[in-house]
């Protein structure tokens, strides 16, 4: 698997977008918490400070606002993209379009150009030579006494 | 011998190149169902509303991997075509998901 630059590049941005986003919807629901709670005699010495006048705006936690939902959308899409199309290789399942593409070079069998799935048959000893054998037979023979 | 070993005979398939291909793309469906997690974590969806999100997400995965990985020939690379693609995307990564989705959910929620 051999990762483009773009991607790359695609994979980086969305990530830190993405953690972006984290960050802001984690503020987000602190920030209004805080700010729903302040009336609560429990936590009203924890954290005044982030009583905002605003605060009877902010529903509860469970809302975002819409920007953070777009910008974790965005991310998550692009980095979902990203992940994809880096360079995932995949092979034909089908005997024949797989020596096909052996053969001719087109897939490649451990980073290098294959011979085809027939090599066993085609790349194989010729016949023996029965004479030169059996003179070295009997020059051993003779050298043996 | 029924019509699928005959179709078998006819054109052979190379089995190990078959296994490799649905490793890779179970690779894809984990990476990508814990990224979908993290985006419902963080929305902070629950209970129907995050798996519907989980399903359109792994939709949307899957049109990817037909259009990019596979170049939009899916039946070359799987023995299902793109049915077989989606179905594995959407029973693969279901644990990844939930896994990620609890787990950001609780973290960004306090």
Request: aromatic residues 8%; contains cysteine.
């Amino acid at each position: 698997m051999a990762r483009s630059l773009p991607s790359k590049l695609l994979i980086a941005f969305s990530s830190i977008l993405l953690a972006h986003a984290c960050y802001s919807a984690h503020e987000h629901s602190l920030l209004s918490t805080t700010t729903t709670t302040t009336h609560d005699p429990l936590s009203s010495s924890s954290s005044p400070s982030f009583s905002s006048p605003h605060s009877s705006t902010i529903p509860s936690g469970s809302t975002l606002p819409l920007d953070i939902t777009l910008e974790t959308l965005l991310s998550v899409s692009l980095l979902l993209v990203g992940i994809v199309s880096s360079g995932w290789e995949l092979k034909p399942i089908s005997l024949r379009s797989y020596a096909g593409g052996v053969e001719s070079g087109r897939i490649l069998v451990d980073g290098k150009k294959g011979k085809g799935l027939f090599v066993g048959l085609e790349e194989r000893a010729g016949f023996a030579d029965v004479r030169k054998q059996r003179k070295e037979f009997t020059d051993w023979m003779k050298t043996q006494g | 011998m029924n019509a699928e070993e005959r179709d078998l005979q006819l054109y052979p398939i190379v089995p190990e190149n078959l296994i490799a291909n649905s490793k890779t793309i179970s690779d894809l469906q984990s990476l990508s169902s814990s990224l979908l997690g993290i985006a419902a974590g963080i929305l902070g969806l629950e209970s129907y509303t995050g798996f519907l999100f989980y399903l359109l997400g792994t939709l949307f995965v899957s049109t990817l991997i037909v259009t990019f990985v596979m170049g939009g020939k899916p039946e070359v690379y799987s023995r299902g075509g793109w049915k077989d693609v989606i179905a594995a995307d959407v029973t693969g990564g279901v644990m990844g998901f939930v896994l990620t989705w609890t787990l950001f959910f609780g973290l960004v929620r306090v």
